[in-house]
């Protein structure tokens, strides 16, 4: 789980950004795709989702440095119906590709009630959760997952074989935070797998289902297995190997919005006022606490650890950048 560090400093997004930004581009990306990784990774630490915010940058920059990624993608739709679409990512970044098919998704959903669109050959595309929260600035719920291409070992167990994939669901509200579940198909336990699995089979085996439904929409049906094999042209980049889905529903196609929110504000409203889980102090239902952090942090700045500031400073080393701290 991801947990505010217990030592930190508070450095503010705009310094965060500023500072991403130009790592970036000394890593060969454009200013405008700088400035738009940038955005989402700093957005990702504003929610407290530290692992796939900017803490990713150093793995991220070194993929391209290496040339395992594209810093300068051409991303385009290859296929597109009146509520679907297909993005390719030209071996770049997923937070391209993934985010115009999710911008797609939106668009489509406005006009017809339903829109999904898949994106593929494309390296990480960081946490699912800003992808389904673009469906709810437009009053829409939002579904995304990904995947990346492996093949299952027959030593491996078989409830080990998840892939850790990110799925997320956005559910607007009114006056409440709205609801978002951001999260990674996988159980750290901190046990030996066996005990773990003893203690709760259930669990496991509806992490399992879970998991291939993110491999069968984020990657059999973004058609990511179909870069196994060299294309025409030749040139394939080794880390663009993941896919995504994204799906977008337009509630008032369903019900009028106000009397939806209504409900769900209410729902929300009562499951705050329940009994806090064993060893916590408050009751809320996912993305109440992270809509606060966002809200807060961009006030007084985002708490970065100890070990995230070792990786800025790695990374500030490593391509000739100042701090932002």
């Not at 310094?15 to 738009?36: L, N, P, Y």
């Amino acid at each position: 789980m991801n947990v505010v560090p217990k030592d930190f400093i508070r450095v503010m997004p705009d310094a965060i950004r500023s500072f991403i930004t130009e790592v970036f581009q000394k890593a060969g990306v454009s200013k405008e795709d700088a400035v738009h990784i940038a955005n989402l990774l700093v957005l990702t630490d504003l929610r407290g989702v530290f692992s796939h915010g900017t803490r990713q940058a150093p793995g991220y920059v070194g993929m391209m440095l290496d040339g395992k990624v594209n810093p300068k993608p051409n991303v385009h739709c290859i296929d597109e119906s009146p509520t679907t679409a297909v993005y390719d990512g030209d071996g770049g970044m997923g937070h391209f590709a993934s985010y115009y098919a999710a911008k797609a998704a939106v668009k489509k959903a406005k006009e017809m009630g339903l829109g999904a669109a898949t994106s593929r050959n494309h390296f990480h595309f960081g946490s699912a959760g800003k992808y389904s929260r673009l469906a709810i600035e437009e009053d829409c719920i939002g579904f995304a997952v990904s995947c990346h291409r492996f093949r299952h070992s027959p030593d491996g167990m078989i409830v080990n074989a998840t892939g850790a994939s990110p799925m997320s669901f956005a559910i607007p509200a009114g006056n409440q935070p709205p609801i978002v579940v951001d999260m990674a198909i996988g159980i750290d336990a901190r046990l030996p797998l066996e005990q773990a699995f003893a203690q709760s089979p259930a669990a496991y085996f509806k992490m399992l289902g879970l998991s291939h439904v993110s491999h069968t929409l984020g990657g059999f049906m973004a058609g990511i297995w179909l870069f196994d094999h060299p294309p025409d042209p030749p040139r394939i980049w080794e880390g663009a190997n993941q896919g995504a889905f994204i799906a977008a529903f337009d509630i008032s196609k369903f019900r009028p919005i106000d009397e939806f929110k209504a409900e769900v504000d209410q729902h929300i409203h009562d499951a705050r006022q329940m009994r806090p889980a064993p060893g916590y102090d408050r009751s809320d239902l996912p993305g109440g606490l992270e809509w606060e952090r966002e809200q807060e942090w961009t006030e007084i700045g985002i708490p970065i650890g100890e070990a995230h500031q070792e990786q800025f400073k790695a990374l500030a080393e490593r391509v000739g950048v100042p701090l932002p701290f």
